[in-house]
């Protein structure tokens, strides 16, 4: 057992207590009230450091058409990042009258950029043919930013759903990604989370003493409403610098 470096529920209790003074004060916070601070600090490292809070994960989706929403229940999703997904995923797609009239002019006449043909992106000269991987990429490239269409991924906390728009129009697999809370276990440890849980628990504590006064080791003295207070100055330049520590985002929540 770790009281300085805890990964454990039972740790990150005792380490709170020792922080407050335990054993030499008698420090008046109850188990339960420290698992709601310990959780409750957890969950807004999560939600607000996307640095240490979270990891960045890869997963795939099958996206329904006329179907918007997708419901992933708790599966520790905290925001979403960005998707996958294009129109022309469907293989219906590939043989529709623009894509094959593109094909015919971008790789059968060779009208790709530096090809043969004498499109506006080519050299001149006769029809070419398909050569190379490069050539495919420039040409699905291209493909995609005339027939694709671009589509935006949220997840709505309150009913967790993945959230698609525009609606998609035909049956598809999206790569999703998202945003997941990292363990509890693993930010135990973490000095921000250590010390915003003492804050709290400080405000807990000073809370229930109320006007009643306790001694410290040093002989001095507080009442409850100043260990309270001394809590919430602490509480907010502990969460003002997890913020600030927090990478930039630029995903949509619900």
């Known amino acids: 057992m770790s009281v300085t470096r805890p990964v454990t ?22 188990e339960q009230q420290l ?7 957890v ?29 992933v229940g708790d599966s520790g ?22 894509h094959l009239l593109l094909y015919n002019d971008f790789v059968n006449n060779g009208n790709y950029p530096g090809g043969p043909g004498n499109g506006m992106y080519s050299f001149g000269g006769g029809g070419g043919m398909l ?4 050539i495919m990429g ?17 997840y709505n906390y309150s009913n967790q759903t993945l959230v698609v728009t525009p609606t998609p129009k035909a049956c598809m697999i999206a790569t999703v990604k998202l945003y997941c809370r990292a363990d509890a276990e693993r930010l135990y440890n ?18 229930q003493l109320g006007k009643y006064t306790i001694t410290l080791p040093d002989g001095s003295t507080m009442n409850g409403f100043e260990i309270m207070n001394r809590g919430y100055e ?6 003002e610098q997890m913020r600030a520590e927090s990478e930039p985002t630029d995903f949509f929540v619900g």
């Open 35 to 41: 698992d709601i601070i310990i959780s409750d600090t």
């Open 131 to 134: 050569t190379s991987y490069e």
């Open 190 to 207: 973490h000095p921000l989370v250590k010390k915003i849980a003492v804050a709290r628990a400080k405000i807990q504590w000073g809370l």
């Open 77 to 98: 999703i905290e925001a979403a990042y960005d998707i996958g997904l294009s129109s022309m995923g469907d293989i219906n797609a590939l043989f529709s009258p623009t």
């Open 43 to 71: 969950q807004d490292f999560n939600r607000y450091n996307y640095g240490d809070g979270v990891d960045l994960v890869n997963t795939t989706l099958l996206v329904s058409a006329g179907v918007s929403e997708y419901y």
């Open 9 to 30: 529920l039972s740790e990150m209790r005792q380490h709170i207590l020792t922080r407050l003074g335990h054993p030499v004060v008698n420090v008046e916070v109850a």
């Open 138 to 154: 420039e040409y699905m490239a291209q493909a995609n930013q005339m027939l694709g269409t671009e589509y935006v991924v949220k």
């Open 234 to 239: 602490e509480e907010d330049k502990w969460f």
